[in-house]
């Protein structure tokens, strides 16, 4: 499994590579006091005024927690990106 994260202050991306027979989950952080706005899955949005929007094949909201919001995602490649 290859992750790699980068979080900024106004954004969050998340590079995924799992190998065949898993699924991950993916968190996506919330932050005190800011809104996530939008929320993208390999180049299209799946979260939006504040709830789940689009699904694409292989990925599946999982819930909005207190602290993250959570996809679950088939083996292969994921980018994630987060607006705040």
């Keep these: 499994i290859d992750v790699e994260l980068r979080n900024e202050t106004e954004f969050f991306t ?5 190998p065949a027979d898993t699924t991950a989950i993916v968190g996506i952080p919330k932050r005190d006091g800011v809104t996530i706005t939008l929320i993208q899955a390999n180049g299209e949005t799946v ?3 504040g ?33 705040y």
């Design 14 to 18: 998340l590079k995924l590579n799992s």
């Design 47 to 49: 979260w939006g005024n």
């Design 51 to 83: 709830q789940p929007k689009k699904t694409l094949r292989g990925l599946s909201f999982v819930e909005a927690g207190e602290h993250t919001i959570k996809f679950s995602v088939q083996p292969g490649s994921w980018s994630f990106n987060a607006k």
